[in-house]
């Protein structure tokens, strides 16, 4: 079971790839030219909560529930060529 810090991340990283943006509250390197704690980037993140977080969130589900029935056939094969059960 996740902690705190680690649903703050996995929040994090969902709204990154959904906008290209951190969070509110992460730092930001200065070259990137956006501050993660403003008020637009706070409105944004309050938007995307509101309309397309679950949505992202059970699409990034599904797709790592996808990689991983890739990864065992893969497992699969792998023992099959070995001729281990």
């Not at 902690?3 to 509110?24: C, F, H, I, K, W």
């Not at 956006?34 to 637009?40: I, L």
């Not at 992202?56 to 599904?62: E, K, M």
Request: proline content about 6%; hydrophobic content about 30%.
């Amino acid at each position: 079971m996740p902690n705190a810090a680690q649903r703050y991340e996995t929040v994090n990283d969902l709204y990154y790839r959904a906008t290209g943006r951190m969070r509110p509250g992460k730092d930001v390197p200065p070259a990137c030219g956006y501050d993660s704690s403003s008020e637009e980037n706070q409105a944004r993140f309050e938007n995307w909560v509101a309309t397309s977080a679950f949505t992202d969130a059970v699409d990034r589900i599904a797709e790592l529930e996808a990689s991983v029935t890739k990864l065992g056939s893969r497992i699969d094969d792998l023992e099959e060529r070995l001729g281990e059960p």
